[in-house]
């Protein structure tokens, strides 16, 4: 365990924590149970395993939740309100999607689509009646899809298909469902160079392109306010491996884009959320540092959180107490997890 060296007084100091050494770490999705009990799913690149760490007194608890073949990519993870942790990932042996549930006893593994190729760039959202939201890409037909599961029944659709405009929308997607059951996902048309953006209100589907820049490029990353209104961060690459970090949101029914970070090589990773007062959090990979961002009151402020790695994969949650968590993908080292006190 390290203290970051970015802040230098006694207060707001980050920990850094190597949860499990080695080649492991990648598609690094966190949830906060509590303050206390943290919950990190990766992939295991060695073995082809899915795995699960759960922080606990003594340390943290590794344990391989699904080991058939090679499965664990393009992971997403999400809790229930009862406590209960989800996790969709592909399923690269068979070509599929699945889920992983935890109701704090044992795992029960869910197969939710079959269709080859159907699995990419995963995200899950779990409501308050406990129905079950995964947004993936179909890398092969090249559109958006979603599961819904309500009542131990899956429900498979198309959410985008391009309109024949494109045959490569829907990677690097990014599901929220809002009080109201609204359901939002940020997504790429990487064909154009749009970043999308879709919400289903009364069974209807709704497409908007939220930057037309032409150079979006991947990690788009979904929050909603109090209201519902999205805030999605995402990468912009206006020359050959030169990524900066931009955020679009959608106030008063209008988008407006802007960027945050442009630094040499900057944005990927991303993970954003929004608190209940609408300030901004995003953690974000610097190519070998880790950092944050911040809009509180309007104000953009910046973090360096870890110093010292290749940082990859990064997962963002905020406590009640307004303190940030994040697990991410150290190249060099593993799977970590940063968090301030």
């Not at 943290?38 to 606990?56: C, M, Q, W």
């Not at 073949?69 to 009862?82: I, M, P, R």
């Given at each position: 365990?390290?203290?970051?060296?970015?802040?230098?007084?006694?207060?707001?100091?980050?920990?850094?924590?190597?949860?499990?050494?080695?080649?492991?770490?990648?598609?690094?999705?966190?949830?906060?149970?509590?303050?206390?009990?943290?919950?990190?799913?990766?992939?295991?690149?060695?073995?082809?395993?899915?795995?699960?760490?759960?922080?606990?007194?003594?340390?943290?608890?590794?344990?391989?939740?699904?080991?058939?073949?090679?499965?664990?990519?393009?992971?997403?993870?999400?809790?229930?309100?009862?406590?209960?942790?989800?996790?969709?990932?592909?399923?690269?042996?068979?070509?599929?999607?699945?889920?992983?549930?935890?109701?704090?006893?044992?795992?029960?593994?869910?197969?939710?689509?079959?269709?080859?190729?159907?699995?990419?760039?995963?995200?899950?959202?779990?409501?308050?009646?406990?129905?079950?939201?995964?947004?993936?890409?179909?890398?092969?037909?090249?559109?958006?899809?979603?599961?819904?599961?309500?009542?131990?029944?899956?429900?498979?659709?198309?959410?985008?298909?391009?309109?024949?405009?494109?045959?490569?929308?829907?990677?690097?997607?990014?599901?929220?469902?809002?009080?109201?059951?609204?359901?939002?996902?940020?997504?790429?048309?990487?064909?154009?160079?749009?970043?999308?953006?879709?919400?289903?209100?009364?069974?209807?589907?709704?497409?908007?392109?939220a930057d037309d820049e032409g150079s979006v490029?991947?990690?788009?990353?979904?929050?909603?306010?109090?209201?519902?209104?999205?805030?999605?961060?995402?990468?912009?690459?206006?020359?050959?491996?030169?990524?900066?970090?931009?955020?679009?949101?959608?106030?008063?029914?209008?988008?407006?884009?802007?960027?945050?970070?442009?630094?040499?090589?900057?944005?990927?990773?991303?993970?954003?959320?929004?608190?209940?007062?609408?300030?901004?959090?995003?953690?974000?990979?610097?190519?070998?540092?880790?950092?944050?961002?911040k809009n509180i009151q309007g104000l953009w402020?910046?973090?360096?959180?870890?110093?010292?790695?290749?940082?990859?994969?990064?997962?963002?949650?905020?406590?009640?107490?307004?303190?940030?968590?994040?697990?991410?993908?150290?190249?060099?080292?593993?799977?970590?997890?940063?968090?301030?006190?």
């Open positions: 365990m390290d203290f970051s060296t970015n802040d230098t007084g006694a207060r707001n100091k980050w920990i850094i924590e190597t949860v499990e050494k080695g080649f492991v770490g990648e598609y690094a999705s966190l949830v906060l149970e509590s303050k206390e009990k943290v919950h990190i799913a990766y992939y295991d690149y060695i073995n082809g395993d899915l795995k699960h760490a759960e922080s606990g007194p003594n340390g943290w608890i590794i344990e391989k939740v699904d080991q058939e073949g090679t499965v664990g990519q393009f992971l997403s993870t999400a809790k229930g309100e009862g406590g209960k942790i989800y996790i969709s990932y592909r399923d690269q042996g068979k070509n599929r999607l699945k889920m992983a549930a935890f109701d704090g006893n044992r795992w029960t593994i869910d197969v939710v689509d079959n269709e080859p190729f159907a699995s990419l760039d995963t995200s899950i959202f779990v409501d308050t009646l406990e129905r079950v939201y995964i947004s993936y890409y179909n890398f092969s037909e090249g559109y958006l899809k979603l599961a819904t599961r309500d009542k131990d029944q899956w429900k498979i659709e198309i959410v985008d298909d391009g309109q024949n405009q494109s045959n490569a929308v829907g990677g690097f997607s990014s599901l929220k469902v809002d009080s109201s059951g609204r359901i939002h996902i940020s997504y790429i048309d990487s064909v154009n160079g749009f970043l999308k953006y879709a919400v289903k209100e009364n069974d209807t589907w709704k497409i908007e392109v490029s991947n990690f788009t990353s979904l929050a909603l306010d109090k209201e519902g209104n999205p805030y999605i961060s995402y990468t912009v690459d206006k020359r050959p491996n030169k990524p900066d970090l931009w955020l679009a949101k959608k106030v008063g029914g209008k988008w407006i884009v802007e960027l945050v970070d442009t630094a040499e090589i900057v944005g990927q990773f991303s993970s954003i959320v929004v608190d209940p007062h609408s300030n901004i959090y995003i953690s974000y990979s610097a190519g070998k540092r880790l950092k944050l961002a402020n910046f973090e360096l959180v870890d110093p010292d790695g290749t940082i990859q994969y990064t997962s963002l949650s905020i406590d009640a107490d307004g303190m940030p968590h994040i697990a991410y993908y150290d190249k060099d080292s593993g799977v970590k997890y940063a968090h301030k006190i």
